[in-house]
């Protein structure tokens, strides 16, 4: 078994894309329903972790600037950990995520640990 990392993103950019209050309080529902039936797999290798709305961006030059990035298209919603066999089972457990219903993405990667 192997951890994936699931990053939660949606399109911040376009106001005719952006769901609705409504959309918005009708998607927690099956956000809590998809969330429990990863964790009643013991597939939840860690619980949703919501973007605080800060962060910092280091480069090579020693520049540090904070976040939000305005420049970017998609926002980071969330993210959680998963464990799953390979990253067919990751992505079969990604197309449940609600987030596609909202025109949103999960961008999957395999966590893996230095020796």
Request: hydrophobic fraction near 40%.
């Amino acid at each position: 078994m192997n951890d994936f990392l699931l990053i939660f993103r949606r399109d911040f950019i376009n106001k005719e894309d952006q769901p609705s209050p409504e959309q918005l309080q009708a998607s927690i529902k099956p956000w809590q329903d998809w969330l429990g039936g990863i964790a009643a797999q013991d597939r939840l290798a860690r619980p949703l972790q919501r973007w605080d709305g800060e962060g910092k961006v280091v480069r090579k030059d020693k520049n540090i600037t904070n976040g939000p990035y305005a420049e970017i298209k998609e926002s980071i919603g969330g993210l959680i950990f998963i464990k799953a066999v390979d990253y067919d089972e990751a992505v079969e457990i990604a197309n449940g995520c609600p987030i596609l219903e909202l025109g949103g993405n999960v961008e999957i990667r395999m966590a893996s640990t230095i020796d």
